[in-house]
């Protein structure tokens, strides 16, 4: 497979990211007007049925895991949904979006807990950003129950982010969003059964609103997982950030709302919370180093995670390759927080090794970061393929970083690997497929001066493919 320039795939992937944001924007004041007349329950049944015969054709390929991850997720969906449509019974729409804005500096607080690291910035964003909510609030006089299904919705919505991040990488992004809004149209019947036959005849007067909510909802479930193929994870959660300047505009452009002087003092608290939190990104720095250079930092990192949270063999977990190849070290504030390398072969294979990212340092987009600058580095050296190999249960991850199959599951040490491969030239490899090599019962594909298989070692985080070893 031969991928469009990285450029062009990041240019596009902000397009597209930015386009959603403004499809979200458009939500809020038409579910404001259409839960006048409509029940939450009824809107977000019909909407998410129908946005579900969008992918319908998606459904058929499941299997236990998928079920198990989709129905969590649409659990978090549906939540996330209800309480906005409950919110907005009794809240202005401008408002709402900006609340629900919120999710951005939540993720990272809600991901400490998983270990991910967090910075101190974080911390004053999130202080800021509940300043800012605050004095929106005052101009309503008291915390109200809007507010309060507000906030429910920015955690659902963060926890579901979280959850989106560590699973999608298993999944197909259709199937996985398929199987998200069947479950959130089937909770939503359940949630207004009682009365969904009453209101029929307001599904029908609204029905325009609602066919292009479902539109919007099938759309803005799955583009995200498309864009971010291209963009990080940070740089997506700052474009999302104008989500609810594009909210205020439709609001006083559908519905004539307007913020007040404190509303907007607050509405800027909360955007440059937003902002001095996504600021974090501009921390990470990516140097390409020698073995000698860096040595200490390269063995503390693969030492924590090959050895110490693996617990592979530490002969394993360093050969005699690391002084002759090239290596790349991810720096977060300055501190060394990521490895990989990069092994040619020969003039027309390289292999990338060895990425390991610290548990303290993941989910921000590190180990992502790392593969893709390692791939760039490769193409500006005229080298046609990479080969990596990779755990089989995160395939679908490097299948989005352009990477096909290349080799059957093998097994080694009890984990499921495939040797998987991208062209970067546009040039056929002259590597010829060769017949595998039976070693025990692990099959094993030799090329010339390649003995990488006696230093085979994967270990996959919960949030991102963090490490490969070959």
């Known amino acids: 497979m031969i991928s469009p320039a990285p450029k062009f795939q990041h240019t596009q992937g902000l397009i597209l990211l930015v386009g959603v944001t403004m499809l979200w924007g458009t939500t809020f004041p038409l579910v404001k007007e259409t839960v006048i007349s409509l029940s939450p329950g009824a809107l977000i049944a019909i909407r998410c049925l129908l946005a579900t015969l969008a992918f319908a054709v998606h459904l058929r390929d499941l299997n236990v895991r998928l079920l198990r991850h989709g129905a969590l997720l649409g659990l978090l969906l549906f939540a996330s949904l209800a309480t906005q449509a409950l919110a907005l ?41 509940l300043g800012g909510i605050g004095v929106m609030s005052w101009e309503g006089g008291v915390f109200s129950i809007g507010d309060f299904w507000m906030l429910c919705d920015v955690l659902s919505y963060a926890t579901y982010i979280l959850m989106l991040e560590s699973v999608t990488p298993h999944h197909p992004s259709q199937s996985l969003t398929a199987i998200q809004l069947l479950v959130v149209a089937v909770l939503a019947s359940l949630w207004t059964a009682p ?17 292009y909510l479902a539109i919007v909802t099938a759309a803005t479930t799955w583009l995200p997982a498309v864009a971010q193929n291209w963009v990080s994870a940070h740089e997506t959660a700052l474009i999302y950030t104008f989500e609810p300047m594009f909210a205020a505009g439709f609001s006083f452009w559908l519905l004539g709302e307007k913020l007040g002087v404190r509303g907007w003092l607050g509405a800027v608290m909360v955007l440059a919370a937003m902002v001095l939190n996504q600021n974090q990104m501009s921390n990470i720095t990516l140097k390409v180093v020698s073995f000698s250079e860096e040595e200490t930092a390269i063995q503390a990192i693969r030492k924590a995670v090959f050895i110490e949270e693996e617990g592979i063999s530490p002969s394993l977990a360093f050969d005699e390759h690391d002084k002759t190849v090239e290596h790349i070290l991810a720096y977060l504030d300055e ?17 990338i090794e060895n990425l390991a990212v610290l548990s303290t340092a993941r989910g921000i987009g590190i180990g992502k970061k790392l ?25 679908e991850f490097y299948k989005k970083l352009g990477f096909d199959t290349l080799s059957e599951k093998w097994t080694y040490d009890s984990i499921s690997y495939v040797e998987m491969s991208k062209d970067l030239l546009g040039t056929e490899s002259s590597l010829q497929e060769l017949e595998p090599l039976i070693i025990g019962d692990n099959p094993v594909v030799l090329r010339t001066a390649d003995l990488s298989f006696l230093h085979t070692h994967v270990s996959v985080d919960v949030d991102e493919p963090v490490n490969i070893s070959t």
């Not at 009365?195 to 066919?211: C, D, Y």
């Not at 893709?372 to 395939?395: C, F, S, T, Y």
């Open 89 to 129: 019974e009794t809240m202005s729409a401008n408002r709402a979006a900006f609340i629900a804005s919120l999710n951005v500096i939540l993720v990272p607080l809600l991901g400490q807990l998983l270990g991910q690291r967090v910075l101190v910035r974080t911390f004053l964003a999130a202080g800021l950003a």
């Open 195 to 211: 009365e969904l036959i009453g209101q029929i005849e307001a599904i029908g007067t609204n029905f325009l609103p609602i066919l």
């Open 335 to 351: 501190q060394p927080v990521a490895t990989a390398r990069i092994r040619y072969v020969d003039s027309q294979l390289a292999k």
């Open 371 to 395: 593969m893709e600058n390692a791939l760039e580095i490769v193409e500006q050296n005229n080298i046609p393929k990479v080969v990596i190999d990779v755990p089989e249960n995160v395939r």
